[in-house]
């Protein structure tokens, strides 16, 4: 009988220990797995850190390379594009006006009755449509009627019937988003194409050309008088509201910026006349590159398995087309180093699929139990109920991917001001450190969702732009968001450029 009770005893001792043994062992491995994971954490916000000193380091990089583009063709990765525009709306411009404006995820139409007098758009209507993805990869011919017949209907619905002035053409200005040199303020040729955009027959070709020949395929009769950027109309509507401003920024699908320059100082156009003494520079910043820029392992695989590899350095770290490819990326290295995530989703391994306006609604996930970090993991990635740690994880990735993006953001446009002069330094040729000149008044248009629907981004930005300047400076400059000044400004500069305005020069 002993020995039968010391017999059970031994045995219930055995598998009690070779349970605790596996519970000890699962244990022990997960933790490892945890740890693997967390050192992928640890690993990507060491390489996404962005140091105030580092942050300057790219101001200073952004402005010297500035000065290399305007330098000469191709002496900088930041094409440094001349826009013809030599001056900018005043408030003065009268009359209605269109505009196209082409670049990001949607198309918009718009008309602005403008009143004369500053600040005063009438009534401006705006119509918006997203871009049929097969258009984006289609032909001209395709985009184009796409382009008029909308913009035909949209007139048609405008104006109910009601006779425009026979004695003039209605005049358009089209906001083309993408890198052109421009010929005239009215004529440019598509360099490349960016977010996404790949309609080959186009490249190379005059962009108004393709935009007439469609407006005459559909029986429109139209006077294209300006072709612009998206920062260039942001820019002209910037300053329409408010003369202090001198750059404007966008950061959207993608991002770029442009700024009003001396003549004198774009030393690759020797002798450029202009009745103002300066024209807007487009910068195509997204192609800035520079050694400051902290890049991690995600960057690298992006850019290489990319369309253009090496093209769009700073736009891949910051725009919207590719913040939501990065915490993509991530997602699936942590899954592949361990099941936190459970089994490797298909739906992770496919580029793009995590689009950015998701990453910023997981980052401002308030609820307790992070519901919509789990919706969204369920719903767009397969990968269903992670616990409230893994939960945490992945806001955690979502903030550091975008507070280096807002960061390196705020340092492209500190680049800017210290380009001209207005970062409180005395500008790139000064020896001196921070200086005591009276700083003046400096205003910075912005548009484009991340900054204005991310709010977290937007906080990122305005914290690094204070770390960068000190307060004292900071207080002098202003981000200004407006609203559709890429398609209302590119309509204000038709306005500022008609071919009909008795006074279209004006200084600025
Ligand atoms: C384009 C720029 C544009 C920016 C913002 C970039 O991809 O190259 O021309 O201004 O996106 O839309």
Same mark, same amino acid.
């Not at 690759?268 to 392992?297: A, D, I, Y």
């Not at 020896?431 to 981004?457: C, N, P, W």
């Given at each position: 009988m002993g020995r039968v009770t010391l017999g059970v005893a031994v045995g219930v001792a055995v598998v009690a220990c070779a349970v605790a043994g596996v519970v000890v062992g699962r244990r022990v491995r997960s933790r490892r797995k945890w740890g693997r994971v967390v050192g992928v954490l640890r690993?990507?916000?060491?390489?996404?850190?962005?140091?105030?000193? =580092?942050?300057?380091?790219?101001?200073?990089?952004?402005?010297?390379e500035m000065h290399a583009g305007l330098a000469s063709e191709g002496g900088s990765k930041l094409k440094m594009l001349l826009t013809f525009v030599d001056h900018l709306p005043t408030g003065s411009e &009268?009359?209605?006006? +269109?505009?196209?404006?082409?670049?990001?995820?949607?198309?918009?139409?718009?008309?602005?009755?403008?009143?004369?007098?500053r600040s005063s758009i009438l009534s401006k209507d705006v119509e918006l449509q997203p871009i049929p993805q097969h258009l984006m990869r289609s032909t001209s011919e395709d985009l184009f009627d796409f382009i008029s017949s909308t913009l035909k209907q949209f007139i048609e619905k405008e104006e109910n019937g009601s006779e425009f002035s026979s004695l003039r053409k209605r005049e358009l200005g089209f906001t083309f988003s993408f890198p052109v040199k421009q010929i005239s303020i009215c004529s440019g040729i598509l360099i490349k194409w960016t977010k996404g955009f790949a309609i080959e027959d186009m490249v190379g070709r005059e962009v108004v050309e393709c935009l007439r020949a469609g407006l005459i395929r559909n029986g429109l009769d139209m006077e294209v008088a300006v072709l612009v950027n998206d920062t260039v109309g942001t820019?002209?509507?910037?300053?329409?509201?408010?003369?202090?401003?001198?750059?404007?920024?966008?950061?959207?699908?993608?991002?770029?910026?442009?700024y009003l320059e001396?003549?004198?100082?774009?030393?690759?156009?020797?002798?450029?006349?202009?009745?103002?003494?300066?024209?807007?520079?487009?910068?195509?910043?997204?192609?800035?590159?520079?050694?400051?820029?902290?890049?991690?392992?995600?960057?690298?695989?992006l850019d290489a398995e990319s369309p253009n590899p090496?093209?769009?350095?700073?736009?891949?770290?910051?725009?919207?087309? +590719?913040?939501?490819?990065?915490? =993509? =990326?991530?997602?699936?290295?942590?899954?592949?180093?361990?099941?936190?995530?459970?089994?490797?989703?298909?739906?992770?391994?496919?580029?793009?699929?995590?689009?950015?306006?998701?990453?910023?609604?997981?980052?401002?996930?308030?609820?307790?139990?992070?519901?919509?970090v789990a919706?969204?993991?369920?719903?767009?990635?397969?990968?269903?109920?992670?616990?409230?740690?893994?939960?945490?994880?992945?806001?955690?990735?979502?903030?550091?991917?975008?507070?280096?993006?807002?960061?390196?953001?705020?340092?492209?446009?500190?680049?800017?001001?210290?380009?001209i002069g207005r970062?409180?330094?005395?500008?790139?040729?000064?020896?001196?450190?921070?200086?005591?000149?009276?700083?003046?008044?400096? &205003?910075?248009?912005?548009?484009?969702?991340?900054?204005?629907?991310?709010?977290?981004?937007r906080e990122y930005l305005h914290e690094a732009l204070n770390e960068i300047l000190g307060e004292e400076i900071a207080q002098h400059v202003i981000l200004k968001a407006t609203e559709d000044g890429s398609g209302i400004g590119a309509a204000l500069l038709a306005a500022s450029h008609s071919s009909y305005s008795v006074d279209s020069v004006q200084l600025l």
């Open positions: 690993e990507l916000e060491e390489s996404c850190e962005t140091t105030v000193g =580092r942050l300057r380091q790219v101001v200073d990089a952004m402005a010297v &009268v009359g209605t006006y +269109y505009a196209l404006d082409l670049g990001g995820t949607n198309f918009r139409v718009l008309r602005a009755e403008l009143g004369g007098r820019l002209a509507l910037g300053h329409y509201h408010d003369a202090d401003t001198v750059a404007a920024v966008i950061i959207g699908t993608g991002t770029n910026a442009s001396r003549a004198d100082a774009i030393i690759k156009c020797q002798g450029l006349l202009t009745t103002s003494g300066g024209m807007v520079v487009n910068m195509e910043w997204g192609n800035f590159w520079s050694s400051h820029l902290p890049r991690t392992s995600y960057d690298v695989e090496n093209d769009l350095g700073f736009e891949k770290m910051i725009s919207g087309m +590719y913040l939501g490819d990065i915490v =993509r =990326r991530v997602i699936l290295r942590m899954s592949q180093e361990s099941d936190i995530f459970g089994p490797v989703s298909s739906s992770l391994l496919v580029p793009f699929i995590l689009h950015t306006p998701f990453v910023a609604k997981m980052h401002e996930d308030d609820s307790p139990d992070l519901q919509e919706r969204i993991l369920k719903e767009k990635l397969e990968i269903p109920e992670v616990p409230l740690k893994v939960r945490k994880l992945v806001v955690r990735i979502c903030d550091v991917v975008t507070r280096r993006a807002a960061r390196l953001a705020a340092a492209g446009i500190v680049g800017i001001l210290k380009k970062d409180g330094t005395g500008g790139i040729n000064s020896v001196r450190g921070r200086s005591d000149m009276k700083m003046k008044r400096t &205003v910075v248009a912005i548009e484009g969702a991340l900054y204005t629907s991310y709010t977290v981004f």
